[in-house]
């Protein structure tokens, strides 16, 4: 191959020093490089050098892009929710009856036991997930708040076409929904019971949803419900894709 060729071949596959898209690869390189210590060793326990020696940058590059550890991390959780909205809106796509609490509430549960981020912070050491969380709140907190938002708008559209009950109000299903999910999540450490089989938990998680929540309509009649909550989880998407990319400081 001759000089000429070698250069198209470089330029096509590795961007310019300095770049914008040099840069964006870097910080996906520590994003990356983040998540995967979290996973291994737990927040706690990860430090700013070992993401950056993981990642092949200097400790100040790490910084360059994320000015704190908890912004760091809070973006790699970001970045995964993106994701999983995304994997949500193809189901409902393909599914309008996803749109159920107690069909989301099922593939919420199997999601967290099958990624391994989302379990090493939900399951994994419980304080992460209580400080993670408190800390979103001053770094993210629009990001928080939309997220109520497209949850309580879901619920609202539910309720308005006869799917939910409405004997009680939308913030009391709102609360019982979360508590029932995170309940069975982490619910496990302590019952000194026989084990449950994870399809038999998630089932009980599904019914239990099912019939505090939920009435008995027909599938047929979600298709136009499904349109507008996937409408709202998109612009959802969008907005945390964004505050990715605004806390990345690419």
Known sequence: MND?????TRSETTPAPGSAAEREMRAERILDAAAELLIAWGYRRVTI?????RAQVGKGTVYLHFRT???LFLTVLMRKQSEMIERLLDLIDADPATILPSRIARILYGWVHEEPLIRAVV???PDTLGTLARDAMEVAGDVQERRVSALTFHFDLLRDRGVLRTDVSRDQQVHAYTAVVVGFLT???LLPLKPLSFEAKADSLALTVRNALETDVPSADLTAVAAEVG???RELAAHVRAAVDKQTRI
């Open 187 to 189: 619910i496990d450490p």
């Open 69 to 71: 550890k908890t912004v």
């Open 231 to 233: 409408r709202y989880y």
């Open 4 to 8: 000429k060729a070698q250069n198209v």
């Open 123 to 125: 399951l994994g050491d």
């Open 49 to 53: 050098d070992e993401v950056a020696r």
